[in-house]
């Protein structure tokens, strides 16, 4: 997957205010060419002309005004968030209150959210964790500021809610040592293989049995629970196997001291930022954003 370049963005949408090279070239202090290189670039990676000349005037083609409308948004918020940041006083912590959905995996937890302490050396965050309906719930009522989940928010609350899709991968299988040889003829090896699996109704647990099904295995199911870093305690003991998020896989491993059996992409995993907001404003929640994208499921 391609990521926008904002510096490009940047040069494209100076051309588009200032209304031509020229004077974006003194806005920027850079010279003319270099600024059309990183328009033609910025065209080339999004596979459209975005400025036109006519005559002796650049002009906005229909795709170049849908950009510069986003662009705006873009640098609009940039703007915000130094603005927030500027304005704490000095040493005051900035407040960051969160909800985690119960079945998101601790690791993947704590993932997402390191980006946010990175970012804001003096942020004070507050986690609350549980069910969706019940998160969803406080951030009606702007007692959290996200709410990080598997899912899509698709329960009524109060408020209308947005989704923002922070990123999604495969999913990975492990095992403590006595049950290793079963990364042999994976997946296959797992028919009839001790497996430890999410609680019946989750959409993990959901996902886990049509893969099973299309595969045609049938595992010995010893175990379901609400709490995966439980769940990962039992693998680490050797009670069956586990699966978890493969962007977490080598985690998993060196902290619960198990091996991968295998993993598929046929099973994808997301995880959604939601928030009360349709653009995410809260710059703790644009660091996890930004990084997630850019960096965990880049």
Excluded at 179 to 198: N, Q, T, V, W
Aim: hydrophobic residues 45%.
């Amino acid at each position: 997957m391609s990521w926008l370049n904002y510096h490009h963005l940047l040069y494209f949408w100076t051309v588009a205010r200032a209304g031509s090279i020229a004077k974006a070239s003194q806005e920027l202090r850079l010279a003319q060419p270099t600024i059309s290189a990183q328009l033609k670039l910025l065209e080339d990676s999004l596979g459209h002309k975005l400025l036109e000349r006519q005559g002796r005037r650049l002009v906005l083609t229909d795709v170049g005004r849908t950009v510069l409308r986003y662009a705006d948004d873009i640098f609009r918020l940039g703007n915000e968030l130094t603005h927030a940041i500027n304005g704490l006083p000095s040493g005051q912590r900035l407040r960051f209150a969160v909800g985690v959905t119960d079945v998101v995996p601790k690791l993947v937890a704590e993932s997402l959210l390191h980006p946010a302490f990175d970012a804001f050396p003096h942020i004070h965050i507050t986690c609350r964790e549980g069910p969706l309906p019940q998160l969803l719930a406080s951030l009606a009522l702007h007692e959290l500021d996200v709410v990080l989940s598997d899912t899509p928010s698709s329960e009524p609350v109060s408020v209308r809610s947005f989704n923002h899709l922070l990123g999604t991968c495969g999913v990975s299988f492990f095992a403590a040592p006595r049950l290793a040889h079963l990364a042999r003829g994976f997946p296959k090896s797992l028919d009839g293989a001790p497996m430890l699996l999410p609680s019946e109704g989750t959409s993990a647990r959901r996902a886990l049995t049509a893969w099973f099904d299309a595969q045609g295995i049938r595992p010995l199911v010893v175990g379901g629970f609400d709490d995966s870093a439980l769940l990962s305690a039992f693998g680490q003991r050797g009670h069956g196997v586990f699966a978890a998020p493969s962007v977490i896989e080598a985690e998993v491993c060196r902290q619960f001291s198990v091996s991968t059996l295998g993993r598929t992409g046929d099973i994808e995993t997301g995880f959604y930022a939601i928030s009360v907001e349709r653009r995410l404003r809260h710059p703790a929640v644009v660091a996890i954003a930004e990084s997630a994208r850019s960096h965990l499921f880049g």
